[in-house]
Structures are given as C-alpha cells and as structure tokens.
C-alpha cells in the first residue's frame, strides 16, 4: 500500500491521525520510498506533522483552516505517547458550552515528564502538567474519530481557577466560569473535593462562585468543605498587591475588581 492508499483506509474508519510505525507495519514498500511520499503530502497540506513520528490527516472539508479539531486525534496521540491525559481549561470549558470566548489554542493537562507546547501551522497546544494524576472528574465524550477524556465542569472550573495566571488573570477567565456554573452538579463538586489538593484553589473558587450568584447549593459544599478545618486570608490574585477589603467569609482579600462580558 501508498501512504495515499493508507490514508483512504484510515478516513474511512474515521481516524484522523497516525503514526510513522503504522505505515510501516501497513506498507511493504522501502521506508525510503515511504518517506518520499509522506513528505509530498506533508507539502501540499494533506498531512501535518504534528510532533516526532506522528501526523494529522486533513481532510478537504478541514484543508482551507489548515486545522483538525483536537477531539478527532487526541487520544490517539496519548496513546502513542503513552501518558494519561484531559482535555482541560479552556478547551473543556467549550465542551461544557463556554464558548462565549473564541479560543485559539488547546489546552491539555497531562502527566510529568513534560511534554513541550506544539505549534504547526494553526494548530496550536498548551501542556499543563500535574504530578499526582486523579482518578475523578475525568469524563469521556464521543467524536467521529470516538471518546476523548475532558475535565468535568467542576475540574474544568477549579483548574481555570489555580492556573489564572497563565491564561491571562481573573478577568480573563471569569466570563468563562460564569457560562461554566451553568454545568454545576452537586456530585460532581463533592466527588472533586473527595481528592482535590489545593486548598487555596477552592478557597477563590467558592468566592467567585458566590460573586457570579450560583446556587447557593453549590457554594454551600465548597464553604462547608473549608470550615472543616482552618484555612487563612489569602489575595483573590496573588499577582496583585494587597488591597485592604477583606470578605471575612471567605477570608479572601479582593484584590481584584471583576468584571464579566456577559454582564
């Protein structure tokens, strides 16, 4: 078989991605003669190399954006690479229907060791990396090219929350947590906070729940949760300085004037 064949027979099972040892194993022509035509292809924009021996098929329908949805190649590139993964931030926040915000990379969160950003073409992905993996709040969602693993609503809020700072502040994000409160569930708060490490994390979140009045059903397990042992002030935004109005509930130091775009 071609790699031109080999593509065709991927297409038609609805895989979007592959790898150099596919077509080998596919293929009993000489890898020299493989890698000629893999790389005619990767010239007219059929095919991107997305990382090291790895590549995305571009269909027509995907060839004048230069860009293939993350959904119909991500977990095939974590199996590849073997490492756990999830959809994350911002990219889980518009699975979730945040997608008040156009956001024009992805976000991935995976474990260590790190994997550096990738950036070809228009296809572009941050790595968040963690080094204790959870077992909860990772959900799956099914694309044409099958299920992916997405953060639920209340990791993808939580995660927004601790990483702030390299997604561009509070006020950035907080458009997106509002349409995120949205797909709050009780369970999915209480199973998170079963083994969610960052204390200050739920800490501003439970405060930014309450100042985008959510249900105060759910602000309540958060606040409970905290009152179950000490927890001590602490700035909304530890990028700013001090500012000398404190919310005594949540001992959190407003340092930060929010502001929404839905409002």
Same mark, same amino acid.
């Given at each position: ?170 006020? &950035? =994000?907080?458009?997106? %947590? +509002? #349409? !995120? ?7 999915? *708060? ?13 800490? &501003? =979140?439970?405060?930014? %729940? +309450? #100042? !985008? ?7 309540? *397990? ?42």
């Amino acid at each position: 078989m071609t790699v031109a064949e080999i593509i065709d027979e991927l297409l038609s099972h609805e895989e979007y991605s592959f790898s150099w040892n596919e077509i080998i194993q596919k293929s009993t022509k000489p890898e020299i003669a493989l890698k000629r035509e893999l790389s005619r292809l990767v010239e007219k924009g059929m095919v991107i190399n997305l990382r090291k021996a790895f590549y995305l098929i571009i269909p027509p329908r995907y060839k004048n954006f230069g860009i293939l949805p993350i959904e119909l190649y991500i977990d095939k590139l974590f199996k590849y690479l073997q490492k756990d993964y999830y959809l994350a931030l911002y990219s889980a926040a518009k699975f979730h229907g945040a997608g008040h915000q156009q956001i024009q990379k992805n976000y991935v969160i995976t474990e260590l060791p790190p994997i550096f950003k990738i950036k070809r073409k228009e296809i572009i992905i941050d790595f968040f990396h963690i080094s204790n993996w959870p077992n909860k709040n990772i959900i799956k969602k099914k694309s044409d090219a099958g299920y992916f693993h997405v953060s639920s609503p209340a990791l993808t809020m939580v995660d927004i929350v601790h990483h702030h700072r390299k997604l561009g502040g509070l006020n &950035r =994000t907080f458009t997106v %947590l +509002e #349409e !995120l409160i949205e797909e709050l569930t009780v369970s999915d *708060i209480k199973e998170l906070l079963s083994w969610y490490p960052f204390k200050s994390t739920i800490q &501003r =979140t439970g405060y930014l %729940l +309450e #100042e !985008l009045s959510a249900d105060q059903s759910l602000i309540n *397990i958060f606040y409970k949760f905290l009152k179950k042992s000490n927890f001590y002030q602490i700035p909304l935004s530890p990028q700013k300085e001090s500012s000398g109005i404190i919310n005594s509930k949540w001992k959190i130091n407003e340092n930060v004037e929010l502001s929404s775009d839905l409002t």
